[in-house]
């Protein structure tokens, strides 16, 4: 029996799609039976970032509305055989997916895959309440902002009322020179105001973007920073305990975030 | 021989009259008799309004009854009633006194967009983050940090106050009275708490150990019961 993670967030563009591609991917590396699920329906990304968009035949919709069986939407990686993705609807009405429909297309998955990782969509409306629907535990993502911490202790609160353990963060896109310099939170900070335990911290770098546009996501390749940073998380997912990577070369935050695993024996 | 005795009793205090109403007879008749005493003693010229206070005893009397002794002493403008206090109380105003002054204690993180609302004095073990708000009638208390917006004495107690082990509140509102956070950044402050200062007619933002003088009974129970 597999086990299926929301990425969620509340506030949008913060990472989700991305943090969903690259923990996927970076479970697959480790030989992990994973299929993402995107319920964006109507912006869907998770394709165009996987590189697997014009592999497309059916979608979500068309599972639910038994256009074709969950099997014929499921579009199979380039690079793992193990990778699969059921990708969003583009154009058909949204309110075709169903808290329900969710369930029973996690359920089906859960017998042949380790993992499902669900791309959730900005907001807290009924995309959200799909999307967390099917799913056993979370992911909260949130960046340095004050706006973003907001919004992920807004869905935080919500988590905590749905039958679902206790939400893991991923502060995302940190800027060290801004984090130095005080104008950006700092991660003791987050944390303190969320509480929640956290799973992983990842760089705003570049090479993620780059990486996105090209289909290909960083968590394939070995050498940058934000791609160990996702492996990492991948594996704290399968619980093995993993210290924090140096984000700079002091040791300065390294030791702060540090003592959160520490403490909450992760 | 009833009417040697007094069932009115006048006494002028620095404070103005004190009235006090003999309890063993009935309403009426000392509905009557005051009456007649107020009649009788008509004042001469204008004089200022003066405020009464009002003894019962061990009488209870009903709102009708209430209403009908107050519009008698208001009647012409000499008075005005500063309180009517009585020693009983109704078994329902018993009760809801008792809920209105109890503690509650809660132990959660209040979130973003989340509303804790209690009747009584509410005990908060955890934090109030920012966007999140804290409501009770009564007192606040909070063992955490209150971030967000804490609303003590909401049916208009201007006694209450907010404590918290860290202060750092985008508002604190107490009663009707609103204080908001500088537009600066600024640090927060540990074990204070926020309460209404008359003099200045503002909330203020002071150190636990000020209470102990400024809010001698933080018991609500006692206050209510000894203020009416
Ligand atoms: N660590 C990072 N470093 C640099 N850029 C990043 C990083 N993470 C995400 N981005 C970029 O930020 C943008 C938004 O990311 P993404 O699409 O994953 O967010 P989202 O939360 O899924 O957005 P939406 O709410 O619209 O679904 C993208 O351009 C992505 O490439
Ligand atoms: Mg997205």
Redesign the pocket.
Known sequence: MGEAIVIT?G???????????NIGTALALMEKKVCLIDT?IG?R?LDV?MGLENRIIYDIVDVIQERCKLKQALIKDKRFDYLSLLPAAQTSDKTAVTPDGMKKIIKELKQEYDYIII?C??GIEQGFQNAIAGADRAIV?TTPEKSSVRDADRIIGLLEKEDIEPPSLVV???RNHMMKSGDMLDIDEIVQILSINLIGV????????KA??HGEPIALQSKPK?SIAYRNIARRILGETVPLQSLEDESGMFQKVKRFFGMRGN | MHDTKQLITIKGTRDGLTLFIDDTCSFDEAFKELREKLLANQPQKKEPCVPVTIKLGNRFLREEEKDSLSNLIKEENRFTIQSIESEVIAKSEALSLMEDSEVKTINRIVRSGQVLEVTGDLLLIGDVNPGGSVISTGNIYIMGSLHGVAHAGVKGDRSAIIAASYMNPSQLRIAEYISRAPDYESDGVYMECGLIDEEQDKIIIDRLQVLAHRRKSINRFERRINNG
């Open positions: 967030s506030k949008g563009g913060v990472g989700k799609t991305t943090t969903t591609a964006d912006l990304n970032v791309d969509p900005a993502v995302n896109r940190i990842v760089l705003d770098d570049d090479e993620v973007i996105s546009n934000a």
